[in-house]
């Protein structure tokens, strides 16, 4: 037995410094992490590009919200001249809520060549916060889209056009592109 004596301490024994028992701690063999580094790598790739989506989402979102404004705002003046008798008329106005607004064949119509944006639809349809509005290439149309977007609409592909009625009988058109949405 191989005893270890050092100046003013207690006498050691060389078996009592070696563990008594072997331990079953383990730590993660290589292959194990490797495995969780993989399966983590799969789950990034799945989900950020939904996360980075949410731009192209939300601005989607907001478009859906402002053609349902533009079409209840067109319906609801449409109703009102109809009541008032003006609804063939090329152009008429109407008094909502103390506001007249002005009608092309009884819907709202869009402002005449670059004149002042308050006038019919943009009387009855406010434009989004974070939105920018201007006269549409397209004939007696209106342009909506996000100010997220650092180019004009019709360059970026991302916007919603609101085309007074052109005739009798005829309702306005909206429509909306948003195949350039994703871009900005």
Same mark, same amino acid.
Request: proline share 7%.
């Given at each position: ?7 003013? #301490? ?11 028992? $072997?331990?079953?701690? +383990?730590?993660? !063999? ?6 969780? $580094?993989? $399966? ?14 949410? *731009?192209? %989402? ?8 402002? $053609?349902?404004?533009?079409? !209840? ?17 090329? @152009? ?10 002005? #009608?092309?064949?009884?819907?709202? /119509?869009?402002?005449?060549?670059? !004149? ?5 639809? !943009? *009387?009855?349809?406010? @434009?989004? /916060?974070?939105? *920018?509005? %201007?006269?549409? @290439? ?24 609101? +085309? *007074?009625?052109?005739?009798?009988? /005829? %309702?306005?058109?909206?429509?909306? @592109? ?7």
């Amino acid at each position: 037995m191989l005893v270890i004596y050092l100046p003013n #301490l207690i006498p050691l024994k060389w078996e009592s410094l070696l563990p008594t028992e $072997i331990s079953n701690e +383990r730590g993660f !063999t290589l292959i194990e992490l490797v495995v969780v $580094i993989v $399966i983590l790598g799969i789950l990034g790739a799945v989900a950020v590009p939904k996360f980075v989506n949410m *731009k192209e %989402r939300a601005i989607i979102s907001s478009m859906e919200g402002l $053609i349902g404004a533009l079409e !209840t705002a067109s319906t609801l003046a449409h109703a009102k001249a109809r009541i008032d008798g003006v609804d063939s008329q090329p @152009t008429s106005t109407i008094i909502a809520e103390g506001e007249t607004i002005e #009608l092309a064949y009884g819907f709202p /119509s869009i402002p005449p060549n670059n !004149t002042t944006p308050v006038y019919g639809i !943009t *009387k009855m349809v406010d @434009t989004p /916060s974070g939105w *920018k509005v %201007r006269h549409s @290439t397209v004939y007696d149309a209106w342009v909506y889209w996000p100010e997220v977007i650092p180019v004009d609409a019709g360059t970026a592909s991302c916007y919603v056009r609101y +085309r *007074k009625a052109a005739a009798a009988g /005829s %309702r306005p058109q909206i429509d909306f @592109t948003t195949s350039g949405c994703r871009n900005y």
